[in-house]
């Protein structure tokens, strides 16, 4: 049952990634008219992406919730008898980034709200920039420990 939880989690974290990349990069460089790829990544309304954004940030917290009991017994207990001081400690961060990021979702929420006002556009890309940031961070330290056995696994 965690493995199907564990790639649940996996999926809305994929999808959590690939919204909010694409809401930080329209808020923090709005596209400049042109007809390019790079240009069109950023023509997004990023305001639509907010609510979306938080429902996934939340579901795939509390997935994590659900399976981290496992980690906590199996996962860590390995990487502490293996000495990967390294990926545990990079673990403990994401857990730490992870809160972080929950308590800003009301303030991003704030910030995205319609009507955009421009005087909070600053606010708006920093704040997003951040949880991107988190996002990102949480997503690959995931994937590299889920991925650690395979490698040091004996």
Do not use: D
């Not at 997503?139 to 395979?150: D, E, S």
């Amino acid at each position: 049952m965690t493995t199907i939880f564990l790639i649940i989690h996996g999926l809305v974290a994929v999808a959590l990634l690939g919204g909010i990349t694409h809401q930080a990069f329209a808020a923090c460089w709005p596209a400049n008219g042109s007809e390019n790829i790079f240009s069109s990544f950023r023509a997004v309304r990023g305001a639509s992406y907010t609510n979306s954004m938080i429902a996934l940030y939340i579901l795939s917290t509390i997935l994590g919730g659900v399976i981290y009991p496992v980690y906590r017994l199996f996962g860590r207990t390995y990487l502490e008898a293996a000495q990967l001081w390294e990926i545990n400690g990079s673990f403990e961060i994401k857990e730490q980034f992870i809160a972080v990021g929950l308590g800003m979702l009301p303030f991003y929420w704030l910030v995205w709200r319609k009507p955009l006002e421009e005087k909070l556009a600053g606010a708006r890309a920093a704040t997003t920039a951040i949880l991107c940031f988190i996002v990102w961070y949480g997503f690959i330290v995931g994937h590299v420990l889920n991925n650690v056995r395979g490698v040091f696994g004996r």
